[in-house]
């Protein structure tokens, strides 16, 4: 059992570019989280995902952010036109139902990519 | 909306001294609650978890919870601290309408100094 994946662990761009994270989660689970970590602050809940559904999106940027969960593959973060306040940990987690998944076996987290914006 | 409040920011201590790591939450339905473990440059390990049942949980290496419900907190306790317990603590919650949403606090680093 791999445990939840996650690549990059670490991963530098320049303003501007476009930073792609991706997670796998553990063999089994089919739903998936995303949460940042800022410097000195805890873990900010970002988005929710289901196989080829988001299913809550509320702590997601309105602008240059997305994520997907396709059908096959990894759960992919995607940052457009990166700033120096996209520099942050992200962490990604999977369970292995909906909400009760999570409530009974809890999260399984990733070790996290480290973005750095330059 | 769902808050978690961990009142201590920096919790440094001796080692084989006892220590208490504080996690408020508010909710007004059913909560389950949880505290991870980070150690530098890692991902989060999961402690210890209260989802129901006993109000007193523990983890493998010694520290246990509390879950207590009026006075809305899960405070993290050790007996007898290890410098290898050196680390950030979080607490975290799910629950009510935000299916498997996790609040987290804003963690709490703990130092055991020799």
């Known amino acids: 059992n791999a445990g939840v994946m996650q690549n990059p662990r670490h991963l530098v761009r320049r303003r501007g570019q476009e930073a792609r994270l991706r997670c796998s989660p553990m063999k089994g689970h089919s739903h998936v989280y995303w949460y940042r970590q800022l410097p000195e602050e805890g873990l900010k809940f970002m988005v929710y995902l289901q196989k080829e559904n988001i299913i809550d999106e509320s702590g997601m940027p309105k602008e240059r952010f997305s994520a997907e969960f396709p059908k096959e593959g990894p759960s992919i973060l995607r940052i457009q036109q990166v700033v120096r306040g996209d520099s942050a940990a992200y962490f990604c987690?999977?369970?292995?139902?909906?909400?009760?998944?999570?409530?009974?076996?809890?999260?399984?987290f990733g070790s996290g990519t480290r973005l750095t914006v330059v | 909306a769902q808050s978690v409040t961990q009142l201590d920011s920096q919790v440094p201590v001796f080692e084989e001294a006892p220590v208490e790591l504080r996690c408020n939450y508010s909710s007004s339905v059913s909560v389950y609650l949880f505290w991870y473990v980070q150690y530098p440059n890692q991902g989060l390990q999961l402690l210890l978890k209260?989802?129901?049942?006993?109000?007193l949980v523990e983890s493998i290496n010694g520290f246990e919870a509390e879950f207590n419900k009026s006075q809305t907190s899960f405070h993290l306790r050790k007996p007898s601290v290890h410098i290898s317990d050196t680390a950030e603590y979080f607490c975290a919650a799910a629950g009510g309408t935000s299916y498997g949403k996790l609040t987290f606090g804003q963690g709490t680093i703990l130092t055991v100094h020799p």
């Open positions: 987690a999977s369970s292995p139902g909906i909400g009760q998944g999570a409530r009974n076996y809890g999260y399984t």
């Open positions: 209260y989802l129901s049942g006993s109000t």
